[in-house]
């Protein structure tokens, strides 16, 4: 097992925080009081310029919109979990979690769609009753796909919560 310094350990805190949580126009001396009010004994100067000087480098960037007219600057989310969830997984294990995640998420838009497509079905049953046998077999079809697609995600969605 790989052993974590205090650094480590204490930005890996910060993100599971972040994973928690989303920020609307807050300057980071918020966010820091909200991450150390729920752990009071990391308050400290020494924690405050570990987590500040991560936030900076390695978060902002990628996953904060920041108000920079504003002084302080203040920072808004715009992460989702998944993201920051893979930033704590070990190196080989981010490339899977990324996968499973975009499959997730490609299947659940193909999931909408085919809502859309038995809604627009249903639509087209009272539209023209001299085909609704067809247009019955059509959404069935349509109904088990969902059916497939859901269960699809949902076991994508169990191998998530894995990681």
């Excluded at 097992?1 to 989303?22: A, C, E, P, Y």
């Excluded at 480098?57 to 989702?80: A, C, G, M, N, W």
């Excluded at 299947?107 to 627009?120: A, D, R, T």
């Excluded at 969902?146 to 191998?159: I, M, R």
Aim: aromatic share 14%.
């Amino acid at each position: 097992m790989v052993d974590m310094t205090q650094r480590q350990i204490l930005q890996r805190l910060f993100l599971r925080f972040l994973m928690k949580n989303s920020f609307h126009k807050l300057a980071f001396t918020e966010i820091w009081s909200l991450f150390v009010g729920h752990n009071s004994y990391l308050n400290n100067d020494e924690n405050f310029e570990v987590v500040h000087s991560f936030f900076i480098q390695h978060l902002v960037k990628e996953y904060f919109i920041v108000d920079t007219i504003s002084i302080p600057r203040k920072y808004t989310s715009k992460y989702h979990v998944y993201q920051i969830k893979k930033i704590c997984l070990p190196v080989e294990l981010q490339e899977p979690y990324e996968s499973i995640c975009e499959k997730t998420h490609q299947l659940n838009k193909e999931l909408q769609q085919n809502e859309l497509e038995i809604e627009c079905l249903n639509e087209c049953f009272d539209e023209f009753p001299s085909i609704r046998f067809q247009i019955e077999l059509l959404i069935q079809k349509k109904k088990d796909y969902q059916f497939s697609l859901q269960s699809k995600v949902n076991v994508l969605k169990e191998l998530i919560q894995t990681f």
